[in-house]
């Protein structure tokens, strides 16, 4: 993930506004934040914002965490997968069923 | 995006759980906002924040990014290029070549 | 805004802890956005959640907003009221009455 | 805090908008959440920005913090100061002192 023409787009439009000397990690992250929040905003009085603007703003944040990854050297994909399996046992399902309880809640009763 | 083993493994550990009641689009977008703050927290203070807790936190990111393309029923790699079809309209290279500067500032250059 | 007592507070505890070097406008920035999001973390599958954990977050908020203004040099009551006449211009009493629809678009009406 | 002036000021300019409807604490904390991003665009590319543009942004930010205290009918230099103390503890100045660490990992060395 992405597809590799989407981080070859992704990649010829950086190159071509010689943006890669603001893209640090530490910015990438400042933006993804920015950008999370203006999704959030699409929500911020209503629960049923347009369709468009939530895809742009959804595709905004996905655009600089693909930078991120690309940045850090790892494949989303895989960091995803590696976090899945730290989730699963942080979540047992036996006692996260059908429950939204943070983990460290959730350890308290083990 | 993501692989089609990626998604079968996020709708599996959500469906496991019976956590498809909690994520509504406006929670979904609370959490992308959430995560995408624990992974600016990384860079809080320092910029060399250790790399494992750095791609765990794009990792939260990313993943619920997934679960609301889902639940909109979009492509990531689709809203992606759609969105940098704009992006490239806003940003001109002739323009915006080594410049951090908003289009709406751009605009007013044109 | 705040009280003298809680401005002496503050800087005391973080002179005592020789945290200034680390507040620099962009740090504080950061800081109040991640307060913001475990704010935020309250109400992220529950709009009930535990009243002291609120009262922590919104204090560490408002905490590193305080830190923000007095590294600034401004006082925030004199901000939020010239800020205030800013909106009460953009937001016509006529065309907002009892809508949640951004001055952007209220503009579009007028 | 905030001034009592100020506080009415506030109060007057949404009960003239009939706006007290939306400031349900869930939207109140998604709307500090959302403007404390809009004061870290401030510094997204830069750590120079305009000192109006960030007075305006820190002002949107406290302005929602003083309506969620209303609603949650607290005082917030009294949360604030409430809050201090509990730092103290996590924060001992003999382990902090000008080392940005947090609390869990200096709980680990003590």
Redesign the interface.
């Known amino acids: ?3 590799i ?2 981080l070859e ?2 990649r010829a ?1 950086v190159a ?4 890669d ?2 893209h ?4 990438l ?19 049923e914002p347009e ?1 468009e603007r ?3 703003e ?6 600089y ?2 930078h ?2 690309n940045r ?1 050297g ?1 494949d ?2 895989e ?6 399996a ?3 046992q942080k ?1 047992p ?1 036996a006692l ?3 429950r ?1 309880t943070k983990y460290t809640e959730l350890a308290e009763e083990r």
Do not use: H
């Open positions: 993930m992405p597809a023409a989407t787009a992704l439009f071509a506004r010689d943006w000397q603001f640090t990690p530490e910015n992250a400042k933006s993804i934040a920015i950008e999370a929040s203006e999704l959030l905003e699409c929500y911020q009085w209503s629960n369709q939530v895809e742009d959804l595709a905004d944040v996905v655009t965490c693909i991120l990854a850090l790892v989303l994909d960091i995803v997968m590696k976090k899945l730290k989730a699963d979540y399902i996260a069923k059908g939204a």
